[in-house]
């Protein structure tokens, strides 16, 4: 805040503050984009116009308007606006918040409280916010990066709306430095290749476009630039990744399905970005095994230990180029034949050894070691399938007070299609053979 006010406490000259606040919109109209939560019959369209204006919280990646939209609104709807950070803020002085709320509300003056980073405060501190937003004391406005499903009590949840704030479009950032051309008036000397790739480092955050632009414009240049000497001038800015929050779990889930939905060029899009993210290789090669075992199973009885096999690899050579072992099973996966049915087939029998756990097996498939376990029956009337002639006594393996379960139904697809003749073959033989 610093930069916004001179040596004597007097606003300082508009040309002297930073480009994102001089173009800070001054009216929900002038914001760009996000017009699922601003539009007409949007959420937030529907409540002003109705002039109800319910407790919110903006669920969005950073620099897409959370802030400014949250300070229209407490213009929009003649509240007092108050703003605090979670990561800033400890219980004293949420205390002075709330009680300067409370006064200003007893003096006919609503407050509009916005927490940024709303999902760094505990339950202790989130539940905090529940009796003042009951009585009216403060109309609450969160912003969180994370799912709020994960982060967020559920209890603050019942009380507010959810509001999803998208990253801006290529035409929102074009719409935005066209505007920050007209308010510095002068256009980017940049040719339009060259333009587009500024669009494209700021990765959907109008703030960070606003900065990119504001070094840009500082450079003296001839001419325009062409993308190649703007990448020499400009860093591109870091991929949104956080590997303990919502990012992670969207891009593994990504991964995860382009491998079952046999696109090994999505596969490895997803793979390469979370590495690029600063994934860990070793957690990568963890779920990658798994997609092995839970998607193609015995269609491919190679792919786990393709799997296993580019898993050691990287731990051999490291990172970079143990990664590309990495890249290689996740190529074969996609390409493999699919079958989840070893996977289903254990949790079939899973649930049904919780449901039969207390039954015993059949006394014909015991040992019977001592003389009073043959007493008890151990052992009687087994069948060596070795001395069937064609190696199938067709016997009952289950307990007997239990119906034979059917867990294992193979697919027509790539090993599996051999395994399921095998099977039905094994199947007539016991029909057979029990009749």
Not at 201 to 229: F, P, S, Y
């Amino acid at each position: 805040m610093a930069d916004l006010f001179d040596q004597h406490g007097a606003p300082a000259p508009a040309k002297t503050r930073p480009l994102a606040d001089r173009l800070r919109p001054t009216s929900l109209q002038d914001v760009i984009g996000q017009q699922q939560v601003l539009g007409p019959e949007s959420p937030l369209g529907v409540m002003l116009a109705g002039g109800t204006l319910s407790s919110l919280v903006f669920w969005g990646p950073p620099g897409v308007g959370k802030t400014t939209i949250a300070r229209l609104l407490a213009d929009e709807t003649d509240l007092h606006f108050v703003q605090i950070s979670a990561i800033f803020t400890g219980v004293p002085d949420l205390k002075k918040v709330f009680e300067a709320a409370r006064i200003r509300r007893e003096n006919g003056q609503g407050t509009l409280l916005f927490v940024d980073e709303i999902h760094r405060f505990n339950k202790a501190q989130q539940d905090g916010f529940l009796p003042l937003m009951e009585d009216g004391t403060i109309l609450l406005v969160g912003a969180t990066t994370e799912n709020p499903s994960f982060e967020l009590n559920a209890a603050l949840l019942s009380r507010s709306q959810v509001l999803v704030l998208e990253r801006l479009s290529p035409v929102d950032l074009e719409l935005l430095a066209q505007r920050a051309e007209r308010e510095l008036n002068k256009p980017l000397p940049l040719g339009p290749e060259a333009r587009v790739a500024l669009l494209e480092m700021a990765d959907g955050d109008g703030r960070t476009l606003l900065n990119l632009i504001e070094q840009v414009m500082a450079w003296k240049v001839e001419g325009k630039l062409d993308a190649q000497a703007l990448a020499k001038r400009l860093m591109r800015r870091a991929a949104q990744y956080d590997k303990s929050g919502d990012a992670h779990y969207n891009l593994i889930s990504a991964l995860h399905k382009s491998v079952r939905g046999s696109d090994p060029d999505a596969a490895l899009y997803w793979l390469a970005r979370m590495l690029s993210g600063g994934e860990d290789p070793r957690y990568l090669a963890r779920r990658i095994t798994r997609m092995a075992v839970e998607d193609i199973g015995l269609a491919d009885t190679q792919a786990h230990r393709v799997c296993l096999d580019a898993w050691e690899t990287y731990e051999r050579l490291g990172s970079p180029e143990g990664e590309l072992a990495l890249a290689q099973a996740v190529l074969y996966l996609a390409l493999a034949p699919k079958s989840n049915a070893a996977y289903g087939a254990f949790k079939r029998a899973m649930a049904s050894a919780q449901k039969t756990g207390s039954e015993p097996p059949p006394k014909h498939i015991l040992n019977a070691p001592t003389q009073l376990m043959k007493d008890q029956g151990y052992g009687e009337g087994y069948a060596y399938d070795h001395d069937a002639e064609d190696g199938f006594s067709g016997q009952n393996y289950f307990p007997d007070d239990m119906k034979r379960g059917v867990f294992y139904q193979p697919v027509e697809r790539g090993y599996e299609r051999e395994l399921k003749r095998r099977l039905d073959y094994f199947t007539k033989l016991r029909l057979q053979r029990q009749s």
